[in-house]
């Protein structure tokens, strides 16, 4: 049991949280590219993945894992993300601190992501279950790529002025 819920209900609500602050996230990035800034996106993305975080700290302890470090530096983001979003409200050196951070975020979501499809799908299990395999380290290496040139793009272009009445929020 893990706070009152079988340990697959529990995960249940763990996956659903990662895959909506993924799902989130992605809309958040399209967003910056598009020198856009999507409150409520933006507000379900810190949340859902801060709390995709924080639950992957209550599964049994089994030593430091990848998973854990993953968490760690995830929070770490978040908390650079949120305090540039509303306590700096992305005002000078606060815009390139979001962007970084909330980009880093999402990137290690969807690493874990993939971690997972590859572990539980019975298709890609076969084909990278020792996450060492030619089509693992492909996707992943995409991924990362992708993120890196994401990430530029929304750095360059993501100048937005947030309005006084968001600066509340």
Same mark, same amino acid.
């Given at each position: 049991?893990?706070?009152g819920?079988?340990? +697959?209900?529990f995960?249940n609500?763990?996956?659903?949280?990662?895959l #909506? =602050?993924i799902?989130?996230g *992605?809309?958040?990035?399209?967003?910056?590219?598009?020198?856009?800034?999507?409150?409520?996106?933006?507000?379900?993305f810190?949340?859902?993945t801060?709390?995709?975080?924080? @639950?992957?700290?209550l $599964?049994?302890f089994?030593?430091?894992?990848p998973g #854990?470090? !993953?968490g #760690?530096?995830?929070? #770490?983001?978040?908390?650079?993300?949120i =305090?540039?979003?509303? %306590? %700096?409200?992305?005002?000078?050196?606060?815009r =390139?601190?979001?962007v970084?951070s909330?980009?880093?975020a999402?990137?290690l979501n969807? $690493?874990? $992501?993939?971690?997972?499809? $590859?572990?539980k799908?019975?298709? *890609?299990? +076969?084909?990278g279950?020792?996450q060492? &395999? =030619?089509?693992?380290a492909a996707?992943q290496?995409? @991924?990362l790529?992708? !993120?890196i040139?994401?990430?530029v793009r929304? !750095?360059r272009?993501f100048?937005?002025v947030?309005? &006084?009445?968001?600066? @509340?929020?």
């Open positions: 049991m893990v706070l819920m079988s340990v +697959a209900a995960t609500l763990h996956v659903a949280l990662s #909506i =602050g799902a989130m *992605l809309l958040m990035a399209l967003g910056m590219v598009r020198k856009r800034l999507w409150p409520g996106v933006t507000a379900v810190l949340v859902t801060v709390l995709t975080s924080l @639950t992957g700290f $599964f049994p089994k030593g430091i894992t #854990i470090v !993953f #760690i530096l995830s929070l #770490i983001a978040l908390a650079i993300a =305090g540039a979003r509303y %306590g %700096g409200h992305l005002a000078g050196r606060w =390139g601190a979001w970084l909330a980009m880093l999402l990137y969807f $690493f874990v $992501f993939l971690v997972q499809l $590859f572990d799908v019975p298709e *890609l299990r +076969a084909m279950s020792q060492k &395999e =030619g089509l693992f996707a290496l995409a @991924t790529v992708a !993120f040139l994401w990430t929304a !750095f272009r100048k937005v947030v309005p &006084e009445a968001a600066k @509340t929020v």
